[in-house]
């Protein structure tokens, strides 16, 4: 026990990414500044060709942020209202919010207690013939199980979009996340792997078609100035976010690399610590930690004596979304997904950023030893 041993860590620093870059992004925006070519400039073009070859998709599309980036997938692909889509129940609300913002509605599926991915063994009782796509989420960074998803969705002509706003540089057996559906979705919410000083989002697709319209439907529904051919959204990837994206985009694997070693460091300490259990971490994925997740049976407890030892955790997500107050019109009720709801009860996020220093990650094990001793 070492209570005179007081360290504060945050549950994400970004200060201290954006300190190591300073230089560079203070670059990239007097660029921007000099050419002033603000909306859909030349920084956008540029991030949007350097994002889909790091992916090694063939375009992605600047988006305003990763729900536009999922919504405006589903109304490209013609998804709208009388159609249904799958989404898990644990994911961040955009998920379901971008299936409602086009028109459709979001059918749940609960996840697997291991994974925290969508459970594809209850993906078929969740088809009916209005139908029309899934959207996996590679929840945390852990990519989810796409062979399966994928196998599914072509026995009954589904399209997928997969939610990579947690899974920037992951991988699935090989294949990049976001380039394994018909389109891949990333949010640049701060926070996330590859972030931007804002708001910002892409989608990532092979399908020229798709690409084309995604591209219109950001910007009013141009196809040439003031020639509007489709009722669009005003959603277009700032072109100051564009330039800070292409600078980050460098390091993203030099920091997913940083959290993958957190989170083997992280296992090393808490192996076999009470009641605690670690989120699984892929056996022919890369995971990459957006998120380092635990659950036990004591989680109120554990994260308050955490806050109390001045460490900052997160609970995602505290309420399944099918027990949130803007879906009560589903209605569902506690006990229709056991396992998200159950995940919600006993889940914590520890810190977990790339400039996490080992002396923390040190600390806040002792700290969690210390809870369960
Ligand atoms: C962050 C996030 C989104 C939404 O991204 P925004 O850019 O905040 O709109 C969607 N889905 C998941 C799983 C996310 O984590």
Redesign the pocket.
């Known amino acids: 026990m070492s209570f005179g041993r007081h360290q504060k860590v945050p549950f994400v620093d970004l200060a201290a990414q954006h300190a190591e870059l300073r230089d560079e992004l203070t670059s990239a925006w007097l660029e921007t500044l000099d050419r002033s070519d603000l909306i859909l400039g030349a920084a956008v073009e540029a991030f949007e060709k350097e994002f889909a070859q790091f992916l090694g998709a063939s375009a992605s599309i600047g988006v305003g ?6 919504c405006l997938t589903l109304t490209a692909l013609g998804i709208g209202p009388g159609d249904e889509v799958i989404v898990p129940a644990n ?2 609300i ?2 379901a919010l ?1 299936v409602t913002g086009c028109g459709a509605r979001p059918v749940f599926v609960d996840c697997d207690p291991h994974t925290f991915n969508l459970d594809v063994a209850q993906l078929p009782g969740a088809i009916s013939p209005r139908t029309r796509g899934i959207i996996p ?1 590679h ?1 945390g960074g852990l990519p989810a199980e796409m062979d399966a998803i994928l196998l599914c969705a072509r026995q009954h002509g589904l399209s997928v979009v997969e ?1 990579a ?2 899974a920037h540089g992951a991988t699935y057996r090989g294949g990049q996340c976001g380039t394994l559906g018909v389109a891949g ?1 990333f ?3 701060p926070a ?1 792997n590859l972030g931007a000083l804002g ?3 892409i989608v990532v697709t092979n399908q020229r078609e798709l690409a084309d319209q995604l591209r219109r439907l950001r910007n009013y529904g141009q196809q040439e100035k003031y020639e509007h051919v489709v009722a669009g959204v005003n959603s277009r990837l700032d072109t100051l976010q564009a330039a800070v994206l292409s600078v980050k985009l460098r390091s993203l694997p030099t920091w997913n690399a940083a959290r993958q070693r957190h989170a083997v460091r992280y296992r090393e300490l808490l192996q076999t610590i009470g009641d605690l259990k670690f989120q699984s971490a892929g056996e022919e994925s890369t995971h990459v930690y ?1 998120l380092l997740i635990v659950q036990s049976e004591s989680r109120d407890g554990l994260r308050d004596y955490l806050a109390k030892r001045g460490i900052q955790t997160g609970i995602h997500y505290p309420v399944p979304i099918h027990l949130q107050p803007a879906y009560s019109s589903l209605g569902h009720t506690p006990g229709d997904f056991p396992v998200s709801e159950r995940l919600a009860r006993h889940c914590l996020s520890l810190p977990m950023f790339p400039e996490l220093k080992e002396s923390q990650i040190e600390y806040v094990a002792e700290a969690i030893r210390d809870w369960f001793q």
């Open positions: 942020n990763g729900l536009d980036a999922l994911t961040f955009a998920t971008a989420v929840f939610d706003c947690q979705c949010s640049f919410y996330k708001d910002g989002g957006h």
